[in-house]
């Protein structure tokens, strides 16, 4: 049976088992399409199934999450969490807090969480979680209320040596605050149990910053080591959250000119570059005031794109930082088109499985998001390394390791994706990822 045929009939059997989750399903099969004729060749793993052990999740967990909010009247939302594997550490992954949250969303975001935390070299599992809840619009004394209910339930499956949340979209500072207080309160327990903290409770210097920043460190060595430098390059990046901050902090930072940002809104196209002033003013307008990304465009006399996405922008460089699938076929095409160098994903799958093939089929550096997003994780194991210890590392000390996490990563994905004349990240990322985690899982056992 041809590679082809031996992929569709393993999606056949995921999809029987897991109908109508589309973005869980997308996930597999860009896993499938690198591990399945990998695993022919390693009959080790197919014997022991190890792939389809995989893809099924260790435990998931759903529940009611009752809240009050400020008019005195009850809401109701439900809660998740995805203990999705377990085999090289306790399970780690963030919450998402957003009206777009089900179970489908979750289970792909945890599955990709297991190979990119494995890609760290830390001892991490893979998990992710949330709620359909909508923060936007949400008093501070409405997001606690929800955030106290939704860990009541949580704490009876999280632990510092069991299953460590962080953040994740619609998750910040604030939400982690609330949640890690209703925690300590609940389990009488000060404990690292949470990653993304603030300073004063336990967090650690760079966590904020460590997605982007690891993004763009990642994407450093990948241009660097087929013969280019980020110095001098026009970049566009998409979404205005802490991913896309960060990235634009750190592309400015390396002598990049950034270009764009967005929201769901649209976005923003500054020809003269965004520089570290107009930087202050978006990590306001979203951190602070969180208010809609045209504001910008108002005060900076920018062009806003309502409704649009910033691929049609000529641009070397791109870095979509906002959600899944924000990236198709088209605009690829156009990406091409206007002489693209390299995509480096800082979100979670957002380039459609179109929109992957044909970057990889036209030469550009493309790299997964469980590769060159995995900064965030790496940093918050280093969190929980520091809260072990009860220690506190300078900002130097963690970005340095931050540093050498992502060039590992880099270097991981080059040995297994190397070919004549770029290097396939897609191939090498997903390898490199599975064969840690199948390797622990076929020393312990079937379990």
Partial sequence: MSHTALVSAFMERTAAKNPGEKEFLQAVLEFAEVIVPFVEEHPVYKKAKILERMVEPERVVIFRVPWLDDKGEIQVNRGFRIQ????????????????????????????????KNSLTTLPLGGGKGGSDFDPKGKSDNEVMKFCQSFMTELCRHIGQFTDVPAGDIGVGAREIGFLFGQYKKVTNEFTGVLTGKSLNYGGSLIRPEATGYGCVYFSDEALRHHGHEIAGKTAVVSGSGNVAQFTTEKLIELGAKV?????????????????????????????????????????????????????GIKCDIAY????????????????????????????????????MHFLRQKGVLFSPGKASNAGGVGTSGLEMAQNSQRLSWTRDEVDYRLKIIMKSIHENCVNHGAGSKIVDYVKGANIAGFRKVADAMLQQGVV
């Fill in 259 to 311: 270009v764009t940002v967005s929201d769901s809104s649209g976005f923003v196209y500054d020809k003269a570059g965004i520089d570290a002033e107009k930087l202050d003013f978006i990590k306001d307008l979203k951190n602070v005031r969180r208010g809609r990304i045209k504001e910008y465009a108002d005060k900076f006399k920018a062009e806003f794109h309502e409704s649009k996405t910033p691929w």
């Fill in 84 to 115: 999705m594997n377990s085999a090289i550490g306790p399970y780690k992954g963030g919450l998402r807090f957003h009206p777009s949250v089900n179970l489908s969303i979750l289970k792909f975001l945890a599955f990709e969480q297991v190979f």
């Fill in 320 to 355: 979509p930082c906002a959600t899944q699938n924000e990236l198709d076929e088209d605009d690829s095409k156009t990406l091409v088109k206007n002489g693209v160098i390299g995509v480096f994903e800082g979100a979670n799958m957002p380039t459609t499985p179109e929109a």
